[in-house]
Nanobody, 124 residues
Framework: QVQLVESGGGLVQAGGSLRLSCAAS????????MGWFRQAPGKEREFVAT????????YYADSVKGRFTISRDNSKNTVYLQMTSLKPEDTAVYYC?????????????????WGQGTQVTVSS
């Protein structure tokens, strides 16, 4: 079992930055690929970024490539999402998730464990 707790969401103006964190419980954190997904009102949950267990491989949705950076610190059981040049369309609840492998554009169903989400609101 892995428990995930996100933090760092908030309200920011367009063009601004935020860093999300996701703290994981358990001693097997490094075995999991970690992903960030988001869900806007009335829309399906969508992939944002993922990182492999040792942090070597990363993948991003085209909509965030070049603006968002995913990273992890296995000594702290934490994964991060640095978000820059934020746009109003980035407004959503952001979820972190743990799964078996990092792949390009994975479906949410590939991930086994989920956090409760953190709200990110970007004003224009």
């Amino acid at each position: 079992q892995v428990q995930l707790v996100e933090s760092g969401g908030g309200l920011v103006q367009a063009g601004g930055s935020l860093r999300l964190s996701c703290a994981a419980s358990g001693r097997t954190f490094g075995r999991f690929a970690m992903g960030w997904f988001r869900q806007a009102p009335g829309k399906e949950r969508e992939f944002v970024a993922t990182i492999s267990g040792v942090g070597v491989s990363t993948y991003y949705a085209d909509s965030v490539k070049g603006r968002f950076t995913i990273s992890r610190d296995n000594s702290k059981n934490t994964v991060y999402l640095q978000m820059t040049s934020l746009k109003p369309e980035d407004t959503a609840v952001y979820y972190c998730a743990a799964g078996p492998i990092a792949t390009s554009n994975p479906p949410a169903a590939d991930y086994d464990y989920w956090g409760q989400g953190t709200q990110v609101t970007v004003s224009s």
